[in-house]
């Protein structure tokens, strides 16, 4: 799938809601919908279907040619299916082996397509579509299923509708409205860690799907990916396997799922979907291609972590080149608990927020649980803890904080809602990080000044002046200007992803510490007089305005 190219239109009103925890409160008020009818749980072949009916209220179809899901009727009503599309894999498979077999209370639909493996499973009594995809290689491409939902169903009135955005200014999937503001299925605003499931709600319908674990996905736990997309002609949610946007890690292979397809009287999904991992008891003697119960995974716990911020939340993960996992630290002691973890050796990393202040390595093994001795961060992997003359901003890894920060998770910088991308900061002001512009861009605010006094000690002495950065488009990158006296070498790029970001809703890349070692000669010796610091971006790639090069800011100071 191209990400910049591809111009699915698609429908209606969205809620993403967010955390297990926030959604199991949820799950109380909306319940599985339905009564079980166990009478009527079984499948039938139409000749061109698989017809399965789960005995609740749920009826679906998977086409035996090419395994698309062509027929979800929930109460008598179709809700599969805009502009003529199925939902599937990709834009649909073609020509596939499509088999069916009943176990007890399960269904599996299994779909075959070259080194493809897909599956659709229903349980007795249940309005779900349990979902699993394996995929092996990179001779099949598959890096998403697409629940397609007709219009009119939902309300169409949420901030990632773009059915009232006819102009396009970026690519062919970013647009803007008759207001100034601007839309695009890139804008998830949440991180995979944020969200359990998404969907719409309306008329005592809701239809969700609940992610994956997404073990075998890319991207760690703060990545953005799509989430959903709507438009007049329908509307459609995703599941991510693998997203090339702003992509920092290579691609995975293997079983992902469940993933869940979830109808509910119009309240949340069940939190007993919430998986968390792939072990799900029942499908454990299924025969999925990749699938590893409960007793060949480990775990990993920790007994705490010192050394932690506590205006931050902390995160761990592990990940290697098969397999990434994730949790939050416990706020009153660091312990935390990953379970359903593959066997392996893992690069474990601590994140406070978003930035990594520790990693160490550990081995996982099947029924196994690696238990570690409380964690402690050195005062050196923490930037915060450098005693500083100023500072703009706090290092956790993003630019939050900073001007437009907030908003370029759902919106692109030319969006009418953005405050001036200009505007010089002066330290000491009190608004030295809300007037600092979240990115910074060749062709559009390269030149940012920043004005701070030193005293007279200060002055005689060269200091460390550091940007942070969580990201860059083009090899953008800052060079520095002190006072028209020194000038910094042009640095060299760190390692970045290399497709739009900062245009998409994303400042998720590889975090990077730019130094300069700024020398005596270069400070003004009249304690009255403001320094000024020049910040300008270099690249010789790019184009022009927002798509110059550019770099998304996590802090800047001067050290003492």
């Given amino acids: 799938m191209s990400q910049a190219t591809d111009q699915e239109a698609l429908g209606r009103r969205g809620f993403v809601l967010g955390t297990a925890a926030t959604a199991a409160g949820a799950a109380l008020a909306g319940p599985l919908a339905g009564t079980a009818r166990a009478a009527t749980f079984g499948w039938s072949d139409d000749g061109t279907h698989y017809v399965v009916d789960t005995g609740a209220n749920l009826v679906f179809k998977v086409r035996k040619s090419n395994g698309d899901l062509a027929s979800l009727v929930y109460r008598g009503t179709e809700y599969q299916g ?10 649909g498979l073609g020509s596939s082996t499509v088999t069916i077999r009943q176990s007890g ?20 009594g249940e309005n779900n579509i349990y979902v699993w995809t394996n995929k092996a290689d990179t001779s099949v491409s598959a890096t998403r299923f697409i629940v397609r939902v007709r219009a009119g169903l939902f309300l169409n009135d949420q901030p990632d509708s773009y059915t009232y955005a006819p102009t396009t200014i970026e690519a062919s999937d970013v647009f803007r409205k008759s207001d100034g503001q601007t839309r695009s299925k890139h804008f998830s605003k949440l991180r995979v860690i944020d969200y359990d499931y998404v969907g719409w709600s309306a008329n005592g319908v809701g239809l969700w799907i609940v992610r994956s674990n997404h073990e075998k996905a890319s991207g760690g736990p703060f990545y ?13 949610l995703y599941e991510i396997l693998y997203y090339g946007q702003n992509q ?26 919430f998986s968390g991992t792939l072990t799900t008891p029942w499908a454990d003697a299924l ?7 409960a007793g060949g995974r480990g775990r990993v716990a920790g007994v705490g972590i010192t050394g932690r911020d506590a205006a931050y ?65 050195p005062s050196s992997n923490d930037p915060s803890r450098a005693s500083v003359i100023w500072r703009i901003n706090d290092w956790n890894g993003t630019p939050g904080g900073f001007k437009n ?33 979240c990115y910074l861009w060749k062709d559009v605010n390269s030149g940012i000044l920043v004005y701070f006094r030193l005293t007279a000690a200060q002055a005689a002495a060269a200091h460390t002046l550091r940007i942070g950065v969580t990201t860059a488009y083009a090899n953008g990158r800052p060079q520095v200007v002190v006072n028209d006296r020194w000038t910094s070498a042009i640095p060299s790029p760190p390692t970045q992803p290399n497709t739009r970001s900062l245009t998409n809703g994303s400042y998720r890349g590889n975090n990077h510490t730019f130094t300069y070692s700024v020398p005596a000669s270069a400070w003004l010796t009249d304690t009255s007089q403001y320094n000024v610091l020049r910040i300008n971006v270099v690249s010789g790639s790019g184009t022009t305005s927002y798509l110059s090069a550019g770099t998304a800011i996590d802090a800047i100071d001067l050290l003492s």
């Fill in 224 to 236: 953005r990916s799509l989430l959903r997309h709507q438009s007049a002609d329908g509307g459609g």
């Fill in 82 to 91: 805009y502009g003529g599309m199925n939902s599937h894999i990709e834009s």
């Fill in 313 to 377: 939340p902390y995160t761990v993960g592990l990940a290697n080149a098969s397999a990434q996992y994730w949790g939050s630290a416990r706020s009153s002691d660091g312990f935390f608990s990953l379970s359903g973890v593959l066997p392996g050796t893992y690069t474990l990393t601590v994140f406070k927020g978003e930035l990594a202040v520790y990693t160490t390595s550990v081995s996982v093994t099947a029924g196994g649980t690696t238990t570690l001795n409380s964690i402690a961060i």
């Fill in 105 to 124: 209370s399960t269904i599996l639909v299994s779909v075959t397509y070259g080194t493809l493996r897909h599956y659709y499973a229903a349980r007795s």
């Fill in 248 to 273: 920092t890690e290579e691609q995975r292979f293997g079983l992902q799922g469940p993933y869940v397809i979830a109808f509910t009287d119009g309240g949340a999904p069940s939190s007993s979907l």
């Fill in 287 to 293: 025969g999925i291609a990749g699938y590893v119960g």
């Fill in 405 to 437: 920060a907030d908003l370029m998770t759902y919106a692109h910088p030319s969006d009418v809602r953005a405050a001036s991308w200009t505007g010089n900061v002066v330290i000491g002001s009190g608004t030295e990080t809300s007037a600092f512009p």
